[in-house]
């Protein structure tokens, strides 16, 4: 089966840096994912590595080492706007060899000023 | 722009009650996810499609049924539903693309 860990909440100050971690297992490993979810909103994708090392979005970058099966997103200049829940997500395979993504329970960020 | 639009975004059903919940992508995808959040608990996995007419049980399938007879739309059915699947249910699609495309998701409540 597949299952993921990550913090519930993490505070951090508008302008600073937030790293938010995720270890998984899963079998058959294709890729991490990011995903983004505002209150009241409904889940957007930021990022996804399916090979080791640093992925850069603009603010966002992700990051994953799949021999220690973990992965983290780095969050710069934060804003209050970035106020939100994260969620890293697995693709991996089911018994039938089929793709399916499963998702951590996922990060409550609070920017405070 | 992708658009996955969902029938209701909220929903008020009584025990027992056999529901419907409907999903459309409109950006020809082969693969459409039904998931529930919870707080808590994440987004978890009810059942999968890759194509028409094909089904693959996610984490939780128990109580819940799926049918794929078009490309573009995926339901999801609770036969009987039941107060313990009161929750935020969510379809996503996805294309040759990593990226999942979510709905806005529908609020069901069960009393």
């Known amino acids: 089966g597949q299952s993921l860990e990550q913090p519930s909440e993490v505070t951090a100050v508008e302008g600073a840096i937030v790293q938010i971690n995720c270890t998984y297992q899963?079998?058959?490993?294709?890729?991490l994912s990011w995903y983004q979810q505002h209150d009241g909103g409904a889940p957007t994708f930021l990022s996804y590595?399916?090979?080791?090392g640093l992925e850069e979005t603009g603010r966002f970058s992700s990051f994953l080492s799949r021999s220690d099966s973990y992965g983290y997103l780095l969050l710069q200049e934060l804003q209050m706007k970035d106020s939100a829940s994260y969620f890293c997500?697995?693709?991996?395979?089911?018994?039938?060899?089929?793709?399916?993504?499963?998702f951590g329970t996922g990060t409550k960020l609070q920017v405070i000023p | 722009d992708v658009k996955v639009t969902q029938s209701s975004r909220y929903l008020v059903k009584r025990t027992g009650e056999k529901v419907f919940l409907e999903c459309v992508q409109d950006?020809?995808?082969?693969?459409m996810f039904w998931y529930r959040q919870d707080p808590g608990l994440g987004l978890r996995l009810i059942y999968f499609?890759?194509?028409?007419?094909?089904?693959e049980k996610g984490d939780i399938p128990e109580g819940y049924s799926v049918s794929r007879e078009k490309k573009e739309r995926f339901s999801l059915i609770l036969e009987s539903a039941s107060t313990n699947q009161t929750s935020m249910y969510l379809c996503a699609s996805t294309g040759m693309s990593y990226e999942q495309y979510f709905g806005p998701g529908t609020r069901l409540t069960v009393t």
């Open positions: 997500a697995v693709r991996g395979s089911n018994s039938g060899g089929y793709q399916k993504v499963t």
């Open positions: 950006m020809d995808h082969e693969n």
């Open positions: 590595n399916a090979l080791d």
């Open positions: 499609s890759y194509d028409v007419k094909m089904k």
């Open positions: 899963t079998s058959g490993f294709y890729g």
